[in-house]
């Protein structure tokens, strides 16, 4: 599975923000961790049940990340760089994931390095026509008792996609994908990895 690492970070360069809410008010963020309830009420974890089930394990106790939006998407138009993979279909998600505790949300250098470990693990799965991508980016947490008030800090978005012949073919082989990158981080959150 191929598996990269990329820091996305400057003046037009996407952010996040937490809380967040859509202009219309349909979508907002919901703290799957505080309230692992609300899970039913994210259209693509209902839709689709392997994106579910990592969302719950994220969010999860033994989980040092929790997850602050995510969307699933098929295409057919690729980028050169997936001509390798050899299929014409893409399906794919990306989910934003921060880390539980406080401290780390502000340090750079946890998120590089958790990113970074990530790949390695992953690096070491067995070949299939998927890729994993960890892009490091700006994040602003709000405070909840002040909107106007928030700290510069950082998150992970993860994109997972598989590639098949038909959308069929690629959602099973991104479902495979979401099960290795659930693992690794499951693994790095059991092996301590914020303190070391």
């Known amino acids: 599975m191929q598996a990269e690492f990329s820091v996305e970070i400057g003046p037009d360069a996407a952010a996040l923000e937490i809380p967040w809410r859509s202009e219309d008010g349909s979508l907002r963020y919901l703290d799957l961790r505080a309230q692992p309830e609300l899970l039913l009420n994210i259209k693509e974890g209902r839709l689709y049940r392997p994106l579910g089930e990592f969302l719950s394990s994220i969010n999860s106790s033994g989980s040092m990340l929790q997850t602050a939006k995510c969307d699933t998407w098929t295409t057919r138009k690729l980028g050169p760089d997936e001509e390798a993979f050899g299929s014409p279909c893409k399906f794919a998600s990306y989910v934003d994931l921060v880390f539980a505790d406080d401290a780390?949300?502000?340090?750079?250098?946890?998120?590089?390095?958790?990113?970074?470990?990530?790949?390695?693990?992953?690096?070491?799965?067995?070949?299939?026509?998927?890729?994993?991508?960890?892009?490091?980016?700006?994040?602003?947490f709000h405070d909840d008792s002040d909107p106007d008030a928030s700290r510069d800090g950082y998150c992970l978005t993860l994109y997972a996609s598989g590639y098949g012949d038909d959308e069929e073919e690629a959602q099973r082989r991104w479902t495979i994908a979401l099960k290795l990158l659930e693992n690794a981080l499951l693994q790095l959150s059991a092996s301590g990895f914020q303190k070391t």
């Open 104 to 140: 780390p949300r502000y340090s750079f250098e946890q998120h590089e390095r958790l990113g970074q470990a990530a790949c390695r693990l992953l690096g070491k799965a067995p070949e299939i026509s998927a890729a994993a991508e960890f892009v490091l980016r700006r994040c602003f």
